[in-house]
């Protein structure tokens, strides 16, 4: 197997570089390969087993990661962690990848990032006793990092905002003031008197960021809105229809009736509006709505009533989900296309079973699939393979507005990974079998490691190139292990495959018993992945996995090179080649080495 170091050199003419292409070439596969970053080495490794940690101590529970890349290549990894001082109080962390070849996390003492993962520090407020959990973080265009969580204050959970700037780690303290004085965060939840939860986090094209979350209001739970820009931190206010500073007068942003509301995920649109999705109780079970903040229109939730659009009488909001629904809608999931189109993706029950379900926006009217779109949704079809029950829903697109939504759903009892997608024209599921896609849903079979077990918890990423990468977790018999499936039509002429990562051939394969997992090894159930891909195209995978008595935080790398994702050393300064060719990542060379 492969062990990367910290990087190499590039020659400054072209025969050097013919020469280095050349050497690269016999030693090097024609195809990418799936690394794990060993923290005892500092390099990454295609020994799965050698992958070590990147958490702060093996002597406490790290669980629920969070990854994102920033446009220099910096992967940052946001976890939860028990507090080594205070065993059994979850706190939050922040690690990262630096592409120069290193993993570091944050040290508060020392106001750095350390290769020393030990002495890592908590992120969060730093009081003793109080838990924090739940983290999400987003990037802005200047490369500062920010995380959303939910923390104690000692008696309830309050919503709190902390960043990395590029130098120091901050946390919101209010009207306006972000300090390195941790346990000076302020909450910038609705300030009801009741514990806040489920923090999610979108930053907008001028570095904008929005957070939705639901809070108890003391009647029910209730999704609100906090928004912070280059001032401040503010929360929104139906009363007045405006942002406001005092976070006490924070309105609901759902149908502000007396039941409860949940699960709320948002998406940003290329014109900024912010689209909020989340379930509500109407007044019968649990069903999916649809808000909005807009410049021009404010707060605003989707009416179906004639005539259908957005209304800011929130309390006259129609559900988007399922009509005649008989049972509760699991969590929703949205993404915004090219055109502005807005997608959500939901499980709900038809007819005593969950069966997957998309609703889309597309600019004028709010519509849900029935073979074509339609807004009449007491016409709705599923969109999986047929009446068995299904899991919840994630949702993609690509460049070319394809929408992508991987589930579960039963196959002979078992939970399996299915992938279906919109192309603009059809409704289409994959037929592991045939292989390709088909619009018969019922000829729709699993993408997932063919283990005879579970598998759960899918998540996506689409690369550069409109490549898929479906990441989930799946009992091999003996534990649950982390996998990855990848959708991929990049061949000239187009040859669409969904395959599978076999680590043993180091290759993707369409023989999905061929699988093996992409985790460490370490005997332990390994779960809930989360996924990004980089501007170079390298996928960063991001799961905790038990080790002995405690789990642990993982990062591995999928890249197409066949080489670590490390950043080569600048070309001397009179080169002739321009910088932009500079990144090994720049040639093509799946074409290049290819036999």
Partial sequence: MRTGGSGYGLFGNVAGMLALLFVFASIRPAHGLVWIWDSSDLAWTTTLTDGSP?????????VTPRVAIDAGGMTYVVFNQEDTADTGIGRIYLSRYEPSGQVGIWDRETRTWTTTLTDGDPIDTGIAGRSAHSPQLAIDSRNRVYVVFAQSDGIRDHIYLSRYDGTDVQIYAGLGVWTTNLSAGSPIDANTGRSARMPQLAIDSNDQGYIAFHQDSGLASHIYLSRFNSADVRIWDVDTSGWTLNFANGDPIDTTLAREA??????????????????????????????RFSVTGGVQIWNTDFPAGWTTTLSNGDPVGLSGASGDALGPDLAVDANDAIYIAYAQEDTATDRVF?????????????A??????EQARPIDTGDAQADVPRVAVDSRNNIYVAFGQLVDGRNRIHLSRWNGGNMQIWDADAPGWTATPAEGHPIDAATGRDARSPEMTVDSQDRVYIAFNQNDGTADRVYMSRYDDTSAPSSPLVGIWNQDAERWTAT???ATPIDAGTGGNALLPRLAASHSDEVYI??????????HIYLN??????TPPTEPDEPPSDSKFDSSICFLSAFHFGELLAP
């Fill in 54 to 62: 990147i958490d702060t101590t093996l002597a406490e529970d790290a």
């Fill in 358 to 370: 998309l609703t889309r926006y597309d600019g004028t009217e709010v519509q849900i699939w029935g």
């Fill in 512 to 514: 999905f018993t061929d």
């Fill in 262 to 291: 949940d699960n709320p995920r948002l998406a940003i649109d290329f014109l900024d509006n912010v689209y909020v999705a989340y379930r509500q109780n109407d007044g019968a079970f649990y069903n999916v709505y649809l808000s």
């Fill in 542 to 551: 991001t799961y905790y996995q038990s080790r002995g008595s405690e789990n």
């Fill in 557 to 562: 790398v999928s890249e197409e090179l066949g």
């Fill in 372 to 377: 074509p779109w339609t807004t009449r949704f």
